[in-house]
């Protein structure tokens, strides 16, 4: 399946290995993950503006099929699915086209979204503008 072998390349190499990070799973760890619900209430509480990146490679784990059903799923009216064409969930981890791809929607839809800092409210406010 692509999610393994991709996240095994991801995670097991210097690519996204960590210093002194172990990298293992054991089976009876992953039973609060496998029986964690991410999408339990989601047509009654997620109201926010929503805006969900995707790969449109799918794979076993479920990304793409998690992220078309919570914006399905969402109360928000204001929701937005944005998929990476020909691009899987670990190259929008750190791949410059895809990331370039997600940004190039969540930079607008967060400045939208989020309004502007006044930094003359407080003195610890500050703007700061995105890298484009």
């Not at 109201?47 to 078309?68: E, H, M, N, W």
Request: glycine content about 8%.
């Amino acid at each position: 399946d692509i999610d393994v072998l991709e996240a095994t390349e991801y995670y097991r190499t210097p690519r996204g290995a960590k210093p002194n990070g172990r990298n293992r799973s054991m089976p009876s760890h992953q039973a609060a993950a496998v029986g964690w619900d991410a999408f339990h209430l989601a047509e009654v509480l997620l109201t926010q503006p929503l805006c969900i990146v995707v790969g449109d490679k799918p794979g076993a784990f479920g990304s793409y099929r998690d992220g078309c059903e919570i914006v399905e799923r969402a109360a928000s009216k204001d929701k937005e699915l944005v998929v990476a064409e020909g691009w899987s969930h670990y190259d929008l981890y750190d791949k410059p086209k895809p990331v370039g791809i997600a940004l190039g929607k969540l930079v607008p839809f967060f400045r939208e979204h989020l309004g502007r800092v006044d930094a003359s409210a407080s003195p610890a406010a500050k703007v700061t503008e995105p890298a484009e």
